[in-house]
């Protein structure tokens, strides 16, 4: 959660000629009508301003929310610069928008313990200390009272003004941080509305100050939790809002640190390899990280509060969750958005960018959807996804007719680092595919096959917990043709064509806890190479669950040991080609040593694989599967 977006500097152009002033927003339109100042080229807003002569000012935005409940409402402090010529020519400019609670004053809160003798839910109440740093504000480094990141760079010289914001409770803005609810959100809108002529704001002498410069149309962006902040205002349908861009950006914050009842954590890595530097953070402890080491006492209230209702015990779904959810407020949303997201990023993880995209298909909201193959942030490298986003600003905020509506919706990258367009994602035609486990024996690696194994019901095959001990990626999910006790492993046969993995899978295990009345539950999706490759495996996605919330993500409900129960849950979305010789693993295992709390070692669990299954969202559905063992069936 804790990066920036850097955009690269661009070079400045001649002064193009100019008029008085922009022209309004056509109001029968969706989008404005661009000003004859502007300087485009190939559908592109070119460099015309000099950043060198950029207007810069700092002014606290006056809202309607007081987080830290002292009786006055809080002002959030932002940062902005804006072409000169806003004051020379009297021209109006539209805005880019980044909001964050990073500017500055961040650091402390301690992460929560997440190894116990047995699951919390089995009455170990988790611990929780302050850290060194929070305790010492002296330890917390201050960042320096500077424009910074590259955003003004790049889209000042191009005809926009940069707001940089800092959001209720962080850097010199009031308040406490209340991560993700609706006081924070209507913080943010305060600058959108101050944009609008909706609300005040004053320099650091108290004078008011107008934002008579902008045509009020405004573009947010952002990465982590700057991109989720876009997410939230939007879901308010704030006037002004044209359009957002939000980047590994969150859209339900139980997705964030919860699957399906368990407690997990955000990974600080692209993989599971190694250590994870989040694993134990939840929101009190993020709360107190953005808060800073000032604000302790002053917001200590606040973060007891989130706490208490957080509640790490159960993981359940509850109200305070709720509140942090705008999934079911997508419907809301006014503004077009352009979804940017990596297929590795296991912070926030691609839950985060399948159900947003969905709820705003069903809103019939215009977007557009950009998934590279790195992990948390945006795309590197010359990918060409700079002139898209240079394309989707100019069009939405002044009116380009560059026809970037018209293009293909969806564009994902391959591993390869080539990117392929499709007409939306899941790619069209993915259909849901059953595969089927099956075992010979109690021991050996399963199967995985579009049809069950015929004959007499396969043996039920049992693994003993020890992920705490045993990273799942370094460990567990390696040389899947041999037995291991710590987990269970099914393959496919060889594919016979590649395989087009586009959605969300899903598992469905019959499986019981023998020894224990809680456990973890993860299945992971794996592309292995042929038999007797050496080859590394590729772990293509991941999922958990509690096994107490079996029935609902709100409800947890006791097992009984030893007890056959139905587990169903989904993986984590992904876009992945299995190549034609490979094969399509699943290892199940309890504890995921990198992301969820961990119980003492020696929980035993026992699946039955005839009546278990995996499901997979694959282009073509059965037809696309081509598996070459003759006793497989291809469609």
């Not at 989008?31 to 000099?50: E, I, R, S, Y």
């Not at 007891?304 to 942090?324: F, H, I, K, P, S």
């Not at 590649?498 to 993860?522: E, I, K, M, Q």
């Not at 590729?538 to 107490?548: I, Y």
Request: proline content about 7%; glycine content about 10%; hydrophobic content about 35%.
């Amino acid at each position: 959660m804790r990066r920036l977006l850097t955009l690269a500097t661009s070079s400045v152009l001649a002064l193009a000629v100019l008029t008085p002033a922009a022209a309004a927003p056509d109001p029968a339109g969706d989008v404005p009508t661009p000003p004859d100042w502007l300087v485009v080229d190939g559908g592109l807003v070119q460099p015309q301003f000099a950043l060198s002569e950029a207007i810069e000012e700092t002014l606290w935005v006056q809202t309607t929310v007081d987080s830290d409940r002292d009786g006055v409402d809080d002002r959030v402090r932002i940062r902005l610069s804006r072409p000169a010529e806003t004051e020379t020519a009297g021209i109006k400019v539209p805005v880019v928008f980044e909001h964050s609670p990073y500017r500055s004053n961040i650091g402390g809160g301690a992460n929560h313990d997440v190894d116990f003798a047995v699951m919390p839910q089995e009455g170990i109440q988790p611990r929780r200390q302050l850290s060194a740093a929070l305790a010492d504000p002296s330890a917390t480094p201050i960042s320096k009272a500077d424009l910074p990141g590259g955003l003004d760079n790049y889209w000042v010289p191009r005809g926009y003004a940069v707001v940089l914001g800092e959001s209720i409770g962080t850097g010199f803005s009031d308040g406490c941080s209340t991560v993700g609810d609706e006081m924070e959100t209507l913080g943010t809108q305060a600058v959108i509305d101050w944009l609008n002529g909706r609300a005040e704001a004053r320099d650091g002498d108290g004078n008011v100050v107008e934002a008579d410069w902008t045509t009020g149309d405004v573009g947010m962006t952002g990465v982590s939790y700057n991109g989720t902040l876009p997410n939230q205002v939007a879901t308010t349908g704030v006037e002004g809002l044209r359009t957002i861009v939000p980047v590994a950006a969150i859209a339900n914050w139980y997705d964030y640190y919860r699957a399906n009842g368990l407690v997990v954590a955000p990974h600080s890595r692209r993989s599971g390899v190694g250590s994870n530097a989040y694993l134990g953070e939840d929101l009190d402890v993020l709360a107190d990280f953005v808060n800073g080491p000032t604000r302790v006492d002053e917001c200590r209230p606040i973060v007891e509060e989130m706490l208490a209702n957080q509640d790490r015990v159960t993981g359940d779904y509850n109200d305070y969750w709720d509140a942090r959810n705008y999934l079911d407020d997508a419907d809301q949303v006014e503004a077009s958005v352009f979804v940017v997201h990596g297929l590795e990023d296991y912070n926030v993880m691609p839950t985060a960018y399948s159900t947003w995209w969905d709820e705003l298909g069903k809103a019939g909201v215009e977007r557009k959807i950009w998934l590279h193959n790195g992990g948390h942030g945006g795309p590197s490298g010359n990918s060409g996804y700079q002139d898209e986003l240079n394309k989707w600003m100019g069009h939405w905020l002044f009116g380009v007719d560059n026809g970037i509506t018209d293009e293909p919706a969806a564009d994902v990258q391959r591993r390869d680092g080539t990117y392929e367009q499709y007409a939306d994602w899941p790619v069209p035609g993915s259909q849901d595919t059953v595969l089927h486990l099956g075992a010979d024996d109690a021991t050996a690696p399963g199967t995985l096959d579009l049809q069950r194994a015929p004959g007499a019901p396969a043996p039920t095959q049992s693994f003993v917990d020890d992920g705490r001990n045993r990273n799942t990626d370094a460990s567990l999910i390696q040389a899947p043709d041999q037995p291991d006790a710590n987990r269970l492993a099914y393959l496919s046969p060889p594919l016979g064509e590649d395989a087009h993995l586009s959605g969300t899978p899903s598992v469905r295990l019959r499986a019981s806890v023998d020894n224990r009345y809680a456990a973890n539950l993860t299945a992971v999706l794996v592309d292995y190479g042929p038999a007797g490759s050496t080859a590394a495996p590729v772990m293509v996605t991941r999922g958990w669950t509690d096994v107490q919330n079996r029935s609902a993500i709100d409800r947890s409900k006791p097992i009984e040991q030893g007890r056959d129960y139905f587990f169903e849950w989904e993986l984590e979305p992904d876009d992945h080609v299995f190549a034609a010789g490979h094969r399509i693993g699943l290892v199940v295992v309890s504890t995921d040593q990198q992301y969820t709390v961990r119980p003492d070692p020696g929980t035993q669990l026992t699946v039955d694989p005839s009546l278990s299954r995996v499901t997979l969202p694959l282009v073509g559905g059965s037809d696309g599967l081509v598996l070459t063992d003759e006793a497989s069936t291809a469609g």
